[in-house]
């Protein structure tokens, strides 16, 4: 979409501290614009997990694309928002989950953005074999998550996770930060082709964006 602002998709939202959240969200992670590219196009739908107040939905929208996207996400304060700013959006469909129970079933492509870290090993294990049976011929999994190792990224996005929780925008705190070697072992596995790279942008945070795929 040409000259793409962030205040038409902040503007959606009803609660200023919201408006505020997505227009610096916007401005600042490079996430929604990697995602745009990898999905740009495809023609199947979406299953996008922990999908927070929505914010990717609605910028693949705002991009032209108009695919069917299926959003879930544990906090059902902001499932009510995402609700509420997509009333005017079509195939968009917003529900409370807790994946930890398992995930819908679906095809098409998946992403799993900033929350592995939320839950524990045989938790985040679980839940990337389930999301990998999801991935349809063609497809991806889009993962984007803060990676353990020594840097000081690394202690920066432990920080901010701790913080978020603090201030109650999280409803818990980080559990365990997957290494790369653990989710790219478990995609090897399930028979999908990898390709990753940094993905921080203008932020502090120790970010990786992992896609892994289904020739």
């Known amino acids: ?28 992670d490079p996430l929604y614009e990697a995602v745009y590219k990898e999905l740009k196009a495809s023609p199947l739908p ?11 939905a609605f910028y693949l929208r705002e991009k032209g694309e108009t695919f069917p996207v299926k959003a879930i996400d544990y906090d059902q304060r902001k499932i009510r928002e ?17 994946v930890r129970n398992g995930i819908p079933k ?3 492509n998946v992403t799993i953005l900033d929350i592995l870290q939320f839950f524990t090993s045989s938790e985040q294990l679980a839940l990337l074999k389930s ?3 999801s991935i349809a011929k063609g497809g991806k999994l889009i993962i984007r ?6 840097s000081m990224r690394f202690k920066i996005t432990r920080l901010g996770d701790h913080i978020a929780r603090a201030a109650s925008w999280m409803k818990a705190g980080p559990t365990c930060y997957p290494d790369m070697s653990f989710i790219g072992h478990a995609m090897e596995e399930a028979g999908l082709s990898a390709k990753t790279r940094p993905l921080w942008g203008k932020t502090p945070f120790n970010n990786h964006l992992l896609v892994f795929s289904r020739d």
């Not at 979406?46 to 990717?56: A, S, V, Y």
């Open 106 to 108: 679906f095809s098409g």
């Open 82 to 98: 995402a609700n509420i700013a997509a009333r005017n959006y079509p195939s968009l469909s917003f529900n409370h989950l807790d």
């Open 46 to 56: 979406l299953l996008d997990i922990g999908c927070g107040l929505g914010i990717l």
């Open 145 to 150: 998550s803060g990676i353990r190792d020594d």
């Open 131 to 133: 999301a990998s049976l």
């Open 1 to 28: 979409m040409d000259e793409f602002k962030p205040k038409q998709i902040a503007r959606l939202f009803p609660s200023r501290w919201h408006r505020g959240y997505t227009s610096t969200k916007l401005r600042s």
